[in-house]
Antibody, heavy 120, light 108 residues
Framework: QVTLRESGPALVKPTQTLTLTCTFS??????????VSWIRQPPGKALEWLAR???????YYSTSLKTRLTISKDTSKNQVVLTMTNMDPVDTATYYC????????????WGQGTLVTVSS | DIQMTQSPSSLSASVGDRVTITCRAS??????LNWYQQKPGKAPKLLIY???SLQSGVPSRFSGSGSGTDFTLTISSLQPEDFATYYC??????????FGQGTKLEIK
């Protein structure tokens, strides 16, 4: 059974750096073609794609956020980590991690999401 | 970046209705188009991938079509559990990827 679970702080202050961890099971991120992404959703708004890391350690970022994002993986721990610097109240959102089992596929399994509120 | 535009933004329909949601890409994305269903407080669920392939376990009343820039999601006979928000998403070439703004399907 494939599962993903997001973890991290529920509240961060403006200008702080957010670190989120996606812990997964049921698959390996060293399998050819496997990818994990981060996607967020502000309250009442649409989904926004943030970043992707591939089995071969290729990394991709949102054009508008790429200067603030870093994605990394620890294959031995089955974890993907996203850091976002200089947090702002507009970054308040539910952050999801999701699995994409091939380079040409879709996100077939998602975590439950974690709500991050940015407030002083 | 590729922009995705869904229409309508919201839709009221009755149980048993046939419903169509449209998604348009700002450039050709071949068939790299996926559809998700999201219910309040829940993560999105994959319905359709590669424009027209039904994800395992998804009822056959859901179907997708299109290629290039224009795509549709059709629900042939609405069921009570289908009232939700639907998103399209392009996965063409290398990222960044993008989602449509969503279509909220409500009970009439």
């Amino acid at each position: 059974q494939v599962t993903l679970r997001e973890s991290g702080p529920a509240l961060v202050k403006p200008t702080q750096t957010l670190t989120l961890t996606c812990t997964f099971s049921g698959f390996s991120l060293s399998t050819s073609g496997m990818c994990v992404s981060w996607i967020r959703q502000p309250p009442g708004k649409a989904l926004e794609w943030l970043a992707r890391i591939d089995w071969d350690d290729d990394k991709y970022y949102s054009t508008s956020l790429k200067t603030r994002l870093t994605i990394s993986k620890d294959t031995s721990k089955n974890q993907v980590v996203l850091t976002m610097t200089n947090m702002d109240p507009v970054d308040t959102a539910t952050y999801y991690c999701a699995r994409k089992p091939s380079l040409v596929g879709a996100y077939d399994t998602w975590g439950q999401g974690t709500l991050v509120t940015v407030s002083s | 970046d590729i922009q995705m535009t869904q229409s309508p933004s919201s839709l009221s329909a009755s149980v048993g209705d046939r419903v169509t949601i449209t998604c348009r890409a700002s450039q050709s994305i071949s068939s790299y188009l996926n559809w998700y269903q999201q219910k309040p407080g829940k993560a999105p669920k994959l319905l359709i991938y590669a424009a027209s392939s039904l994800q395992s376990g998804v009822p056959s009343r859901f179907s997708g079509s299109g290629s290039g820039t224009d795509f549709t999601l059709t629900i042939s006979s609405l069921q009570p559990e289908d009232f939700a928000t639907y998103y399209c998403q392009q996965s063409y070439s290398t990222p960044p990827y993008s989602f449509g703004q969503g279509t909220k399907l409500e009970i009439k």
